[in-house]
């Protein structure tokens, strides 16, 4: 296969991972009547957990102390994220707790790129979240504004614990044992949200179909681009998730978005784009022997 080949499949696998993300978002909204949100996260973490502990085939002897601290919080990194992104869901547009979510990483490349014109993306992002009103807050639930807002920082978190992990843990060792630890902590809370409705085995299933969805697939999917996209190509392609999730509540849920939230969700794109080769050229030039 030629370079240029290789590159397209790549792009194609990230484009795909993208999809069934959001279509996985999407399965589970339909789903929060019966299970609730958090009982949506507990499903998701299990299946996953499940997934990735037949995968990867961690061994849970030998780890120092502080590497299950990370491994620890990384799990809670992880329960806290999707719980927030779900209670989100539940009260805002696909396309919109998205694109909000995305603010995380966003600023995380801003603050890592340390160039003083990074922060003109940071502005047209500020642009863009304010377009997201549609013309007038009053269309976004406050309460669903801020879970998305902490999930947002909690992405951030996911990165920095995602690293800490990935150096300490071999292959997807970490990332398996972390999800366990995540699923665990769920428990209580998913219980408690969806009751009785977690003993019918349709709704299982379709949890079970979330997770596969939503992480197993999209994961594979973006190691397999990884090996063949630079860094800095997968993350702009990445950068189109809020584009992707419009599209999805759209087709699948049926949520129309106003031009202003269209456009809102295009100038994030634009300044997670920026952001994202800020942080490289700016990376690129640290390595630069000077002389």
Request: charged content about 10%.
């Amino acid at each position: 296969m030629t370079t240029r080949a290789a590159g397209s499949t790549a792009v194609l696998l990230v484009v795909a991972g993208l999809a069934c993300q959001e279509v996985g978002a999407s399965l589970a909204v339909l789903l929060f009547d019966d299970v609730g949100p958090l009982g949506m996260v507990m499903l998701r973490l299990v299946f996953s957990a499940i997934v990735l502990l037949l995968i990867a085939r961690p061994s849970f002897r030998g780890r120092t102390r502080e590497a299950w601290l990370s491994v620890i919080g990384f799990g809670g990194v992880l329960a806290l994220m999707n719980g927030l992104f779900y209670l989100a869901l539940e009260r805002l547009p696909l396309g919109v707790t998205v694109t909000i979510e995305v603010l995380g990483p966003l600023a995380l490349s801003i603050i890592v790129s340390r160039r003083a014109s990074a922060w003109l993306w940071a502005l047209l992002a500020v642009v863009g979240v304010a377009a997201l009103g549609g013309g007038g807050w009053d269309r976004l639930d406050p309460i669903g504004v801020l879970f998305a807002l902490g999930a947002a920082a909690s992405w951030a978190l996911y990165i920095l614990s995602s690293a800490r992990v990935g150096r300490q843990f071999p292959k997807l060792d970490g990332l398996a044992l972390a999800m366990l630890a995540g699923a665990v902590m769920s428990l209580p809370f998913g219980i408690a949200d969806a009751g009785s409705a977690l003993l019918r085995l349709d709704l299982v299933a379709l949890g079970a179909a979330v997770a596969i969805l939503s992480s197993t697939i999209p994961y594979a999917l973006e190691l397999v681009a990884l090996r063949r996209l630079p860094a800095a190509a997968f993350a702009i392609l990445m950068s189109l998730a809020p584009a992707t999730a419009a599209l999805a509540g759209f087709v699948l849920l049926g949520q129309h978005l106003a031009w202003l939230e269209l456009v809102g969700i295009a100038l994030v794109i634009a300044a997670s784009v920026g952001a994202v080769l800020a942080s490289t050229r700016a990376a690129r030039e640290t390595a630069e022997p000077l002389g």
